[in-house]
């Protein structure tokens, strides 16, 4: 395996870095697909939905309740919750 440059290591490191700030900005793009939804789009929403929830250490009883409650609101107000916990600067 080739070795990576300087500049691509800190492209790696920034990133894992951030990962939890990428993860809820995409939490709330699938908050914003989900309200828009309907059938098949609705439920793959949902499935990445849970993904990306489960890369926030979100616990499974949880993701489950809201799959199961298939309530886009609830979800807006764990992305509200999540983002207070977030700090403001890195």
Do not use: C, F
Not at 20 to 25: A, G, K, V
Not at 76 to 87: T, V
């Amino acid at each position: 395996m080739a070795e990576r440059s300087k500049y691509q290591e800190n492209i790696i490191k920034n990133y894992y870095k951030n990962q939890d700030t990428i993860l809820l900005q995409r939490l709330g793009e699938l908050v914003t697909d989900l309200y828009l939804a309907e059938g098949k789009a609705r439920a793959s929403a949902w499935k990445k939905i849970s993904v990306t929830l489960e890369k926030l250490k979100i616990p499974a009883s949880r993701i489950a309740h809201l799959v199961k409650a298939d309530n886009p609101t609830l979800l807006a107000k764990l992305l509200e919750e999540l983002l207070a916990k977030e700090p403001a600067s890195k």
